[in-house]
């Protein structure tokens, strides 16, 4: 069951370029999109779909007939279907057809009422955007039309402020050279605008009499979901002219300080982008549904069974002793032989025996997550003041998952870090800024430094910057001209869209922080970037205005890593400029200047080791001859058909080589608060944790001792950096060796990206044991690291990110988590769980993952065993009623049993219960390592309850019955009757059943109280009034035993026989429990009797201190109790405010967690041990 959003849209961004031919549709594929300008005629001939939306799934008509068909798909309702047939065969049902209706159609009604809320929320969605209104060019005139009445190859007028109705081909816009400013938040996730840009041919068409006559015909690529891709080919008046994305509006976006645009329609409805990627994400399902799934199959295969021993059973009665009554016990009429009446009674007892699969279990179980998930939502303990932002369970059904995550995958920047960039140091032609000195020559301390430098001298400074190294300022003012270049560059080599709301007042939109920072840095030291056109760049350079021609933008991507700009300065030189990851661009650089390279390299391994982002800046300059050669190769791969991304990324490698080294800038992305401490609880919870970042290997290993992942009790960090198998392979051999000499423990992983391929991880996954680290260098996707472990470790797994490179990963993984950050909200619509603050994700697996995992098992091991204790009375009872499916209870007893007497109690145990405080599972992570290990509900404890329920029907049934031979009345007469011992079995049965949740509930609450005994009353209520006089008089049929229960239950005989059942069937539970608290507790035991000590304690001293008299001069130094010494070292008082957490280890109520740990890690394919790393794919290092 899934919580219904408001946006369905969930992808990955794509990174293959559109490939498509020209070629006519054929049938039922579109191979290419034509579409001609205000001619509905000609693009009616292809039939593309209206500018419709319909994301709801019935109507009035189709609600009940499809919404049946798809719950019958599940296999327990198809199978509740199939006895509810049997049970309409007269010759086969011994029990009223409403025994199995009832729960079947409160099921069916209850998953319907919730799909018909869901879906009346999507119609009522659709109709809201559908009935939006938009200017559509109609006959020469502005039309208000509905969305759904636009069509393709329509012009429609959008004005500031309006959402983009379908995706559109910007033709013109009110501003110059036909620039329009978009924002594409609900589209990706960004919140920066977004500049977008008519070609220059339809830039003039503003005018709708112009317009009217505009007959352009759009030849561009099918439909699909590549929402940064777009290929196509402008036809008009005899020109072939290319689009890209940069000439789209996509449906989603909002236009933004634009007056007005106009745009032709190309993709409509259906086919627009937005809703290409609104498809489902996968459905994911946790190991305990896995498991359940399993476990009722075999209870299926028992009940079977079950029904064959007894139609065995059926058949060699009627034809021994059967045979010899038929005068009074005469055969069916169908039925001529002991063989056939076994047959029958085979199906019979599948219909009487099928509660040990009970229909109310699967919505039992969602109702259950659904609570814990509202838990999760209400928790103000996860709630972002800063950013006013709640945690979000954003789905019910892997809540018990969150408290079994033996891995988790945490992307960096932005996940671990704020995603806040501070320019702090730059190295420029070979001599590095940032560091202050004093005195001695020593760096200062950030709290020792002196004043940050003053900017007053520029009026247009961001007064925000700080930056606290005098001498890049005086480099500037002293006209350096490698200082001068460098922040050129700084300033021209970017696409950040400048605003200036009142004069001097610059406000930048930048699509990424980095960005924002080097700009910022060079507006703050001279060079301002103060405003762009789609031709021209406008610096201010230390106060002058300087006009550069921008000729060409080399944008950036995952596979180029780098960026540049191609301008023309006012004196005609034509420059190349050009920013990206060391890793590509020092291979670029023009081979002379080897002495700067070698420098500038140390200074870029100096600011990594310190965990700063790196970037390389370099230029090249251009003669005006290979310029418009290189121009005209360049806008010939812009108009090729197929392939055109590869072949301007060719085109652009061809022009940005042999470049000359102006240096490298350095940004500080700083951690988020609580990350350390986060690391080290979830460590301590035995969670390996492994960071995937791009970053350099030194900053990877130094981010990992910022947060702890790496610390000082790190025997070795192992790097291993091969690039082929045989090197992989013999790194991690070495390393092996090594660690195999300690005994200590493994600790966890650290991941960057640089240039080894992901297939030789695999190798990494061993269970070793050592107190070591390892950082590995790869090149892969985050989502192939995850599916490695997942495939290697059969472990569960959470992935944690922020950015749009997680969503593959988040998607991947068991549980996909979500940080609403800096980055959008892609990753946040394509996870499980979403919050604002890395931190809270140890309260999110300690707390709520752990308590939902603790009330999931206790619910399922508490619901067979009921179930099993009500049906095996019936298979006792077979053996002394000839095998004649006859029922022990009465049918509205097995009808109300799961429905109303035993359902709310077992519901407010799984929806409330809790073993320690919440507190105390922050303060003892070791408390998690069950949910690891799967103790609490495995196919042992699943055969421990089903014995605990046989045992239970054993009494139930043989107790009374031993009873009832010899008992008799207070009158005298015989008490031995079916309806009696019918009365006496199930009220044993409610009273035990009763008893048992009692015990197995650890945190009472009165919602738990008035279940359980409210329970109870409404047995009672129910019981009595069905043996009523009024009943009988209304009904005299179906309610024929008038007055049974009271004059039953006013037996003492028959209170005692169930006082006898009671104690004998709690009494070997209470007494298992004693032993096993006593000689072999479980961790939460030792912290609740801990906690139990320190409560008396605290009142006992309360007490002493009130009944304290006048001050004494002098007493005993040490109040001690005797034996605190010896707690003291084997580490049982110890918490995690002591930072003592690791002698967990040490405690002997947890020894066998540890055993089963250390087997379970010596098994093959264990989860267990080392941790490792992977690689990424971040964007740039740095």
Request: charged fraction near 20%; glycine fraction near 6%; aromatic fraction near 12%.
């Amino acid at each position: 069951m899934t919580v219904p959003k408001e946006m369905p849209e969930k992808w990955a961004r794509a990174a293959a370029p559109p490939s498509w031919s020209r070629k006519k549709p054929s049938w039922g594929t579109e191979e290419e999109r034509r579409a001609r300008a205000n001619d509905r005629e000609y693009n009616e001939k292809f039939q593309y779909a209206s500018n419709c939306i319909k994301t709801s799934k019935y109507n009035i008509l189709t609600f009940l007939p499809v919404n049946l068909f798809e719950q019958f798909q599940e296999v327990a309702n198809t199978y509740f279907l199939f006895l509810l047939i049997l049970q309409l065969i007269p010759q086969v049902s011994s029990l009223s057809w409403f025994t199995t209706i009832v729960p079947l159609v409160l099921v069916l009604a209850v998953t319907a009422v919730k799909d018909a809320t869901d879906d009346y929320f999507r119609h009522r969605s659709d109709n809201q955007v559908n009935s939006r209104q938009s200017q559509v060019l109609i006959g020469g005139s502005l039309q208000q039309e509905q969305w759904m009445n636009v069509r393709v190859g329509d012009i429609i007028k959008l004005e500031n402020n309006q959402f983009v109705a379908a995706d559109l081909l910007l033709l013109s816009s009110s501003e110059p050279h036909g620039l329009c400013y978009i924002e594409t938040a609900e589209l990706d996730g960004e919140t920066n605008m977004k500049v977008r840009q008519a070609i220059p041919v339809t830039s003039e068409l503003g005018d709708i009499s112009r317009l009217a006559k505009f007959d352009g015909e759009v030849v561009c690529e099918p439909p699909n979901n590549k929402l940064d891709r777009f290929s196509g080919t402008l036809h008009w008046k005899g020109s072939q002219l290319p689009l890209s994305n940069q000439n789209m509006l996509l449906r989603g976006c909002v236009l933004r300080n634009t007056e007005w645009c106009f745009g032709l329609v190309v993709f409509a409805g259906p086919d627009t982008k937005l809703m290409q990627n609104s498809g489902r994400t996968k459905f994911k399902r946790t190991s305990i549904d896995r498991l359940m799934n399993t476990l009722v199959l075999w209870i299926f295969g028992f009940l079977v069974c079950m029904g064959v021993i007894l139609a065995i059973g059926n058949a060699i009665w009627e034809h021994e002793v059967g045979a010899r009554f038929q005068v009074y016990l005469p055969w069916d009429e169908a039925v001529d032989s002991a063989l056939v009446s076994g047959f029958l009674s085979f199906w019979s007892y599948i219909i009487i025996l099928n509660t040990v699969v009970p229909i109310s279990l699967y919505v039992s179980v969602e109702v259950i997550r659904l609570g814990h998930s509202y838990f999760i939502n209400w928790d103000r303990k996860m709630f972002c003041v800063k950013r006013q932002t709640p945690a979000e369970a954003r789905t019910t059904t892997l809540n018990e998952e969150l408290g079994q995550v033996e891995y988790v995958f945490s992307d960096k920047t932005g996940t671990l870090t704020q995603n806040i960039m501070v320019f702090n140091k730059c190295s420029i032609s070979g001599r590095s800024y940032g560091d202050v000195f004093d005195v001695l020559g020593h760096k200062a301390e950030l709290g020792e430094r002196p004043q940050p430098v003053d900017f007053s001298f520029n009026p247009l400074a961001d007064k925000k910057f700080l930056f606290w190294d005098p001498t890049l300022l005086e480099a500037v003012k002293m006209g350096d001209p490698h200082t001068h270049e460098f922040f050129r560059l700084l300033s021209l080599c970017h696409t950040v869209m400048s605003e200036e709301k009142n004069e001097g007042e610059l406000y930048y939109k930048a699509q990424s922080p980095d960005e924002g920072a080097l700009v910022t840095a060079a507006r703050n030291f001279g060079f301002v970037f103060r405003s762009r056109t789609p031709k021209t760049i406008t610096v201010h350079e230390m106060g002058t205005a300087v006009t550069y021609q921008l000729l060409a933008i080399l944008d950036f991507n995952n596979i180029r890593k780098r960026m540049s700009v191609i301008v023309r300065n006012p004196e005609g030189r034509i420059r190349l400029y050009c920013k990206g990851a060391d890793t590509i661009l020092l291979d670029r650089l023009h081979p002379s200047a080897q002495e700067l390279l070698n420098t500038t390299t140390d200074h870029l391994n100096e600011y990594a080791g310190e965990g700063l982002r790196t970037l390389v800046l370099a230029y090249r300059d251009l003669d005006e001859v290979y310029y418009e050669a290189w121009a005209q190769r360049r806008l010939q791969a812009s108009l090729a058909q197929d392939s055109r991304e590869d072949r301007l990324a060719g085109v652009y490698e061809e022009v940005e080589r042999d470049m000359v080294l102006l240096g490298a800038t350095a940004i500080e992305d700083r951690l988020q608060q609580g990350v350390p401490e986060t690391i080290a609880l979830l460590t301590l919870a035995n969670i390996k944790i492994w960071v995937l970042t791009g970053d350099k290997q030194e900053t990877a290993v130094n981010i990992g001792y910022s947060c702890k992942m790496l610390t000082d009790d790190v025997t070795e960090v192992f790097v291993v950096t091969g690039h082929t198998v045989l090197e992989v392979r013999e790194e991690l051999r070495r390393a092996r060796e090594k660690m195999t000499d300690s005994p200590h423990a493994v600790e966890n992983g650290f991941a960057c990206q640089e240039n080894r391929p992901s297939s030789k991880l695999a190798s990494v996954l061993e269970a070793v044991a050592g107190e070591y680290a390892l950082v590995i260098n790869g090149h892969s996707l985050k989502a192939q690291v995850v599916e490695l472990v997942k495939k290697h470790k059969k472990a569960v797994t959470l992935a944690i990110g922020d950015g749009a490179n997680d969503v593959s990963m988040i998607k991947t993984a068991h549980i996909g988590v979500g940080i609403s950050g800096q980055e959008g909200i892609q990753a946040v619509l394509a996870s499980d769980y979403s919050f604002s603050q890395f931190k809270f994700l140890q309260r999110l697996l300690l707390v709520h993952g752990r308590w939902s995992y603790l009330r999931m098992c206790k619910f399922l091991c508490y619901f067979f065993y009921k179930n099993f204790a009500f049906t095996m009375v019936h298979f006792w009872f077979g053996f002394f009623c000839g095998f004649s499916a006859q029922t022990v209870y009465d049918q509205y007893f097995i009808t109300l049993y799961n429905i109303v007497y035993t359902s709310l109690p077992v519901l407010a145990m799984g929806v409330f219960d809790q073993d320690v405080p919440e507190q105390r599972s922050m303060e003892y992570p070791k408390l998690y390592e069950p949910g690891q290990l799967n103790l609490l509900f495995n196919k042992r404890e699943f055969f421990i309850c089903i014995a605990q329920g046989i045992y239970t029907s054993v009494l139930m049934f043989f107790i009374p019955y031993g009873v009832f031979a010899e008992a008799t009345r207070d009158d005298g007469a015989q008490l031995a009757d079916y309806q009696s011992f019918a009365v006496t079995v199930a009220t044993s049965l409610v009273i035990v059943v009763s008893v048992q949740i009692g015990l197995d509930t650890g945190y009472w609450t009165a919602i738990n109280h008035f279940f359980i005994w409210g329970s109870l009353a409404a047995y009672f209520a129910i019981l009595f009034a069905m043996h009523s006089d009024g009943l009988f008089g209304m009904f005299p049929n179906q309610f024929r035993f008038v007055g049974n229960a009271q004059s039953t239950l006013a037996q003492p005989t028959v209170w005692l026989t169930i006082a006898l059942t009671t104690v004998v069937c709690i009494l070997p539970v209470v007494a298992f429990r004693f032993l096993k608290l006593s000689l072999k507790p479980d961790l939460s035991d030792t912290v609740r009797y801990s906690q139990l000590v320190r409560k008396k304690r605290a009142q006992h001293r309360c007490t002493r201190r009130a009944g304290r008299t006048s001050s004494r001069r002098s007493g005993y130094a040490f109040a001690h109790q005797e034996g605190f010494g010896e707690l003291i070292m084997s580490g049982k008082n110890m918490r995690l405010s002591s930072l003592a957490l690791a002698g967990f280890a040490t405690r002997s109520s947890s020894g066998w967690i540890e055993s089963l740990r250390r087997k379970r890690s010596d098994s093959p394919g264990s989860p267990g041990g080392g941790g490792g790393g992977g690689s990424a794919d971040k964007p740039l290092k740095g």
